[in-house]
């Protein structure tokens, strides 16, 4: 599929719309099922405590987030009483997170419906196209942002086409 040339619209753009679909997909289903709260960070942190307990200092690391990042997303599950913070019962300098019931009932809904959208994208293009846009979004994980400012600051001087 090629765009059209009269839309100028840039990868970002794409990326980021398909990103705000995504997450409103995801919103609006789990609404359905009862879960009216969804926030964009759910999937990613509900699937790392599928294993039960989590220290919380490592949730960052597994997260991709500052410690304080990891703080703020686990307290807004904690406010939603989908997990609880206790002292670790090995080392009491430790805090480890772990899902509540209703948690465990959410964390079962958002793979549902995570599987549900994957499986609609599956069946929307064709191998070969999957394979390549699973390319190039991790290339855009792992390596936009690695060129540092000089790259960002030659892209502002430069005019968008």
Do not use: C, H
């Amino acid at each position: 599929m090629s765009p059209d040339p009269k839309v100028k619209l840039l990868f970002g753009d794409i990326l980021a719309l398909a990103r705000q679909r995504w997450i409103r997909a995801m919103a609006q289903r789990l609404d359905a099922l009862g879960f009216g709260d969804y926030r964009r960070s759910d999937p990613l942190v509900m699937r790392s405590l599928r294993s039960g307990e989590v220290a919380l200092g490592g949730m960052g690391v597994t997260l991709g987030l500052t410690r304080q990042g990891a703080r703020k997303v686990v307290s807004g599950l904690v406010e939603r009483g989908y997990a609880r913070v206790i002292p670790s019962t090995a080392d009491s300098r430790r805090r480890i997170v772990e899902l509540t019931p209703r948690g465990r009932e959410y964390l079962r809904a958002v793979v549902a419906t995570l599987r549900a959208l994957n499986d609609e994208v599956t069946a929307g293009v064709d191998a070969e196209q999957l394979v390549a846009a699973y390319a190039v979004l991790e290339f855009v994980r792992d390596r936009i942002g690695e060129a540092g400012t000089r790259d960002l600051e030659r892209a502002t001087n430069d005019e968008v086409r």
